[in-house]
DNA sequence: GAGAGAAGGGTTACCGATAACATCGCCTCC
DNA sequence: GGAGGCGATGTTATCGGTAACCCTTCTCTC
């Protein structure tokens, strides 16, 4: 047994942790074969292979994963790219990801975009080149941050829509938002509502965002008058100035949001106009983030599977990296409409 | 100049980014000269420095962060170990952590630990042995997790209350939850109302939580009567079966809950038993996440300083990893009580 | 004019793994 | 009985850096 170079005697004595030499010379071995035992690849005889693993157990050695991944092992490691991880939507799909990629093995970075900020360049980010990705690019930041990226980086991404070119990126996962949306204006037509006013969240492209979208397909599609859109942000601060000065227009009897955070603003500005909710003022909001179901009133929304998605995300990605070894397509819920109090017929 | 069996222009043409060979080659000058450049120790003329960078540039090289780690470099990367990203507390304390981290030039990992479940260990979830750790412990998940590293780990913690050994771990931060339940319960009798009701988190450890400890130091020291705490968890539902048997008790008048969300179900229970907030019930929080304000009615609470607490835990890890580059102590803001609609004088 | 430093930069070892290739028995086949 | 093949291991090169050490030149100083 030739030792070049390297004298791990010392190391141990010196109170480091124990690497893969130390294992191989404890069991008599070359530093090779412990590294056929641990990654299950080549031969190695039974007597061998048990022994080794024993000593490993002795010593309670840790493989060093930076070293694996220097030396060209599998990645095994993955930076998931988001803004604001204040927001349910992000949040939860982080959660999604974390778990999924925790969960088959990978550990993972994150990394989080500033808003309105020029984004210096997101490669700096990542830990090497070559690094695996995630995006979550619900928002404007994240979706510069995704095109931003270097062609070679391997990525997946949660967006906010279908890729609409004629080859869309297939490492893309996305909840059918503008279905969702059309559904609960639907849902509040029927209700006898004559049309229904939107807030809106901020857009992540140029283009009409998923959610206005389908508003509008479901209003035009019912022959109902179509409002000028109301622009909100993220919050529910947003969602309150942006309605403040038209929710005391009786002739506003339905409003949908965005999402929850500004429906929660928009009621307390309906409220201090005098409106009841649902007495004469239907509102729905979007993503169902957990207080949604206890507030007062409860709000009728748009479930949205995030953690699916994000679970989803990363297994795309997993097959990207490692196409054998990754399970099967998973599948996440479609939105689904969850009535409760904040939503009732139009007033008379 | 020496090029000891490498050959970076194969590299190059293989289309592998450039690495710190290449960038030497180009600009002539041997690989150590450009780590030099790069880190800016030891001596290298201000041509040759400007020489170095103007490739670097050309190239688009960036060191590879785990080449360096394994290398021996400077650390400059954390994993953060929580637990339920989904609660406020732990999310707002990470988003602090990542900013911090992101601004010092740390990459962050993430590491989500499950509640409820054997910790099998939780070094393996580390990239290599040594790896710096920050630890969100405000639930038994984080401490359980915060106790088993393993103490060559550099770690620093988020954790609920000041360590109170004989010598304290000096790597914690907390905020003084205590303090601030006591004060919010001298809110409380101060309106008039003849003691407070209260309804607690989990612990995180086997003593009384510092806000159970805080609420009943305040009703002690007016002399008042204590009444047994209500056991809640961390979710919305959690508050509302809670309090759900004892709500319609007139002789409640006032209560503290142990987190906003835990408010949240305790005022739906309320309502649906018929109490008005705050005409015979005042209901007061904790933590002010970011929907209290808008609640009907709005809630008081206490603000925590969640995010200003994960920056401060990071300049902590900082300090404790390079002690001379690492800026002065951070501070935090101590926690405040948000009075709003919530809380009002005991009924007649 | 010579020795001592300081500047500037090159060499070599090493971090902890993986991959490709080499080696060594031993068994089978012609 | 020698060639070929295969199982089980050992060797060497490499990943992309950092650190310790070494080697020239100059510049001072006495």
Redesign the pocket.
């Known amino acids: 047994?030739?030792v070049?170079?390297?004298t791990p005697a010392e190391?141990a004595s010196r109170g480091?942790s124990a690497?893969?030499?130390d294992v191989a010379r404890v069991a008599g071995?070359?530093?090779?074969?412990v590294?056929?035992v641990?990654?299950g690849?080549?031969?190695?005889?039974e007597?061998?292979r048990a022994k080794v693993l024993q000593v490993i157990a002795e010593l309670g050695y840790r493989?060093?994963k930076l070293?694996?991944m220097?030396?060209?092992?599998p990645v095994r490691s993955v930076t998931v790219l988001t803004s604001d991880t204040a927001l349910y939507g992000a949040a939860a799909t982080l959660r999604g990801m974390e778990e999924a990629a925790r969960t088959a093995g990978f550990s993972v970075g994150i990394s989080v975009l500033e808003r309105d900020t020029v984004q210096p360049d997101v490669t700096v980010r990542l830990n090497r080149p070559g690094e695996a990705v995630m995006v979550i690019a619900f928002d404007d930041a994240g979706v510069r941050a995704l095109t931003s990226l270097p062609p070679d980086v391997p990525v997946a991404a949660a967006v906010e829509r279908r890729p609409d070119t004629e080859a869309p990126d297939p490492w893309q996962v996305w909840l059918d938002d503008r279905a969702a949306a059309a559904h609960a204006t639907r849902y509040l037509l029927s209700l006898g509502h004559r049309t229904v006013h939107y807030v809106a969240i901020p857009s992540s492209t140029s283009d009409l965002p998923q959610r206005t979208q389908g508003w509008m397909d479901a209003l035009k599609a019912a022959g109902r008058p179509v409002p000028e859109p109301l622009q909100g942000g993220w919050t529910p601060r947003s969602g309150y100035l942006a309605v403040r000065d038209q929710v005391a227009d009786r002739s506003v009897t339905a409003i949908l949001c965005g999402n929850d955070d500004l429906a929660l603003g928009v009621m307390r500005a309906a409220r201090e106009a005098g409106r009841d909710i649902p007495g004469d003022l239907s509102v729905v909001g979007f993503d169902d983030s957990p207080p949604s179901a206890y507030l007062n009133p409860s709000l009728t929304t748009v479930r949205l599977d995030f953690e699916g998605l994000g679970r989803a995300c990363f297994d795309l990605l997993h097959r990207r990296l490692e196409p054998q070894t990754a399970p099967a397509f998973p599948t996440w819920s479609e939105p689904e409409l969850i009535v409760r109090e904040s939503s009732g017929p139009a007033p008379a």
């Open positions: 047994m030739g070049i170079g390297h190391d480091r690497s893969i030499w071995v070359s530093q090779q074969t590294s056929r641990i990654n690849k080549g031969r190695v005889s007597a061998t493989p060093n070293a694996r220097l030396a060209g092992g």
